[in-house]
């Protein structure tokens, strides 16, 4: 068994030695940014340096050409590192995947080079998880089977801070398509039926509906279709709404009484509804503090202090929920500037500069630093099985 401190600083070392391959390989997906199952180049760039440092390469996993799995070692247990990839659209990378996702690959790099050599058991995955924006990669590589072999996932996302526990809401999207009648709006108002007016006495019933939900709930959208001309009764108009919660059953709840408020719009105003479900529901994070503890240890070993911030504010949804119930998982987040929020291109923007390389830098140091001590040190590990087991 290797000497866990020893290469503990051997990756640091490798992980300073790949410094200028990484930051130019980030900054060059902020140049080439490709949205949700579109990343053709990111992922086929992330691939080939997977391959240089001995990963054995399949792509196009989970029905997903810009999926991939990537694996050095031998058996278990199974640590994953998730690289993310996909840009958003119009704003490039407002949400950092080319920190976040380069972070994964340039650890990966790391740990092959400071393993390299030495008689070691388990594996080192890393699973390249396309279009999170479209909250959609890890869901099919769930289901397809891709972590049915994982002992722990993670990955970092870049941020105002330094946050190694982070919450997301479980999140459901609900499209609403209501038919009427057309008519003319002066000449025969009574011939028809106004389906604008379902979409508002819906926006008007989830305001009401607002007043008595749980503190952790969200509710918000948009109206799709609104009509064609003020002088036309419109026939037909829909609304887009996400519905959000921390839990699945709450979640589950909400989303019924929503669509009670669109099936009451209905009702009031003689229109027919159609309600559809947009993609596959973003489960909430399921938290592990074992695990959290662990990246704790690599912030430690790196002399960094942990930023303190209630772990459930500024919260939304993502993929990685819907990991953290099928395996232990880990978010934690590396601080790219203070006051800057993603989704931004005032964000995508930082990702390039001393401020952004320095974040790839750090998560780079501590997911590497994360996966050696969940490989090496078996208590760790059954620390944070025991954890993602009882709670
Ligand atoms: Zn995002
Ligand atoms: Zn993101």
Redesign the pocket.
Known sequence: MPNLDKLKHGLIDAAESLRGALTSMSDDFYRNPETGLEEKKTSSEMQAFLEKYGFTVEAGVAGMPTAFRAGLGKGRPVIALLAEMDA?PGIGH??G?NIAGTASIGAAAALSEVLRGLDWSGTVLVLGTPA??LGKGKIEMINAGVFNTVDAAMMVHGSSRRTVVKHFLGLTRLNFTFRGRSSHASAYPEEGINALDAVIQTFNAISALRQQMRGDCKVHGIITEGGKAPNIIPELASASFYVRSKDLKELASLKERVVNCAKGAAIATGCSLDVREEGETNAPMKLNAAFADAYRGALKVLGLPEDTQAPGRNV?S?DIGNVSQAVPALHPHVPIRQGIN??TREFADATVTVDGHRALMEGVKTLGLTVLELLFNARTLDEVKKDFLTE
């Open positions: 958003l407002g949400c995947h999170e924006e939304g993502s993603i989704h």
